[in-house]
């Protein structure tokens, strides 16, 4: 609670230094006149990079939380804060994945200053909830892409919104880029249809990937809840490897920004069933891989996600994926 509200007065104090009170933001078509490119601050990479593609020059884009970090546990600092407070206009996920700067984005929004939640128009049907909070949303759309396709939709509608005068570039730039979402999301259900549907069984370190295993007919197991916060049980555990042994599923998955123990406390106990499990790879759950990289952008994250999981589970996928553009990866070990 003291963390909270120190930065929650540092916020107060940052808006009075930069804003001088609760001045509007700045209109993008002057800064554009003075040379200048509006600022754009995300939470995380996955919505920086739909930013990115439909505002394209427009706009200078951050996000805050970087590749391998977990966003459920994620603290803002003073930097952070200031960073917030210094953009024209602020995207985040939503649906509680960023809790813990929900109070600096609430106050920030209360200070004229346009703050959008890329989830805000899914439909209530369209989100799963925990299965023991119904009332709680799992956050993990981007891992369905036909529901970050709803989220590039809010993008560009809010972009349009906030510089009418490039109203026209940024729908464009929205019709090219969903329609590279549709290549994927049609790859995506081709590879992992062809995985023998016995093998059909996805289990990582925690609930990240319901939404893919719904899109895209997987069933999917996590060890941990749907926030990292949760631990797994002993009694969690052994219900998986009952099943691992069950349907002699011979893969498992780390996440890049999850702590692998748990997964590997998961082997083990397999290990004691006499069967060997593997671990078929890294995914990206809650963040992209490294800046710069193909796996580093939302295509390049997904496309590296269904082809590791296909390849690893028996199904037929090309090692270089979608585009030929993985990086090379090892065997699962």
């Known amino acids: 609670m003291k963390a909270a509200v120190s930065l929650v007065q540092m916020m107060a104090l940052v808006a009075l230094t930069i804003l001088g009170g609760c001045s509007p933001a700045r209109q993008p078509a002057d800064d554009e006149a003075a040379g200048n490119r509006y600022s754009v601050s995300c939470t995380i990479s996955m919505v920086a990079d739909i930013v990115r593609h439909v505002a394209g020059n427009h706009?200078?884009?951050?996000?805050?939380?970087?590749?391998?970090?977990?966003?459920?546990?994620?603290?803002p600092t003073r930097s952070d804060v200031i960073a917030l407070m210094e953009a024209d206009i602020i995207f985040y996920s939503g649906l509680r994945l960023e809790g813990?700067?929900?109070?600096?984005?609430?106050?920030?929004?209360?200070?004229?200053?346009?703050?959008?939640?890329?989830?805000?128009?899914?439909?209530?049907?369209?989100?799963?909830?925990?299965?023991?909070?119904?009332?709680?949303?799992?956050?993990?759309v981007w891992m369905d892409v036909q529901g970050w396709m709803q989220a590039t939709e809010a993008v560009r509608d809010a972009l349009i919104a906030f510089d009418?005068?490039?109203?026209?570039?940024?729908?464009?730039?929205?019709?090219?880029?969903?329609?590279?979402?549709?290549?994927?999301?049609?790859?995506?259900?081709?590879?992992?249809?062809?995985?023998?549907?016995?093998?059909?069984?996805?289990?990582?370190?925690?609930?990240?990937?319901?939404?893919?295993?719904?899109?895209?007919?997987?069933?999917?197991?996590?060890i941990q809840g749907l926030s990292t916060e949760s631990e797994a049980g002993l009694q969690d555990v052994n219900r998986l490897v009952d099943l691992i042994v069950e349907r002699d599923i011979g893969a498992i998955f780390v996440e890049s920004s999850?702590?692998?123990k748990n997964v590997e406390a998961?082997?083990?106990?397999?290990?004691?069933?006499?069967?060997?499990?593997?671990?078929?790879?890294?995914?990206?759950?809650?963040?992209?891989?490294?800046?710069?990289?193909?796996?580093?952008?939302?295509?390049?994250?997904?496309?590296?996600?269904?082809?590791?999981?296909?390849?690893?589970?028996?199904?037929?996928?090309?090692?270089?994926?979608?585009?030929?553009?993985?990086?090379a990866r090892g065997t699962p070990q």
């Open 164 to 222: 009418p005068p490039h109203a026209d570039e940024y729908a464009a730039n929205a019709t090219a880029y969903l329609a590279r979402l549709e290549k994927l999301d049609a790859y995506a259900k081709e590879v992992l249809a062809s995985i023998p549907e016995q093998k059909r069984l996805l289990i990582t370190a925690h609930d990240a990937f319901r939404y893919l295993g719904r899109a895209y007919g997987i069933e999917v197991l996590g």
């Open 258 to 260: 999850v702590a692998r």
């Open 266 to 327: 998961l082997i083990q106990g397999a290990r004691s069933r006499d069967k060997k499990v593997l671990i078929g790879g890294e995914l990206f759950s809650d963040a992209m891989g490294a800046q710069g990289t193909y796996e580093g952008s939302y295509i390049g994250m997904i496309d590296h996600n269904v082809t590791t999981i296909a390849r690893a589970l028996g199904g037929q996928a090309p090692e270089g994926g979608m585009q030929g553009k993985l990086a």
């Open 100 to 140: 813990k700067m929900s109070s600096e984005l609430d106050g920030i929004a209360r200070q004229n200053k346009p703050v959008i939640a890329v989830t805000e128009r899914l439909e209530p049907k369209y989100l799963l909830s925990e299965p023991d909070d119904p009332d709680t949303a799992d956050p993990h």
């Open 59 to 75: 706009a200078k884009v951050t996000h805050l939380i970087g590749s391998g970090v977990d966003p459920h546990l994620y603290k």
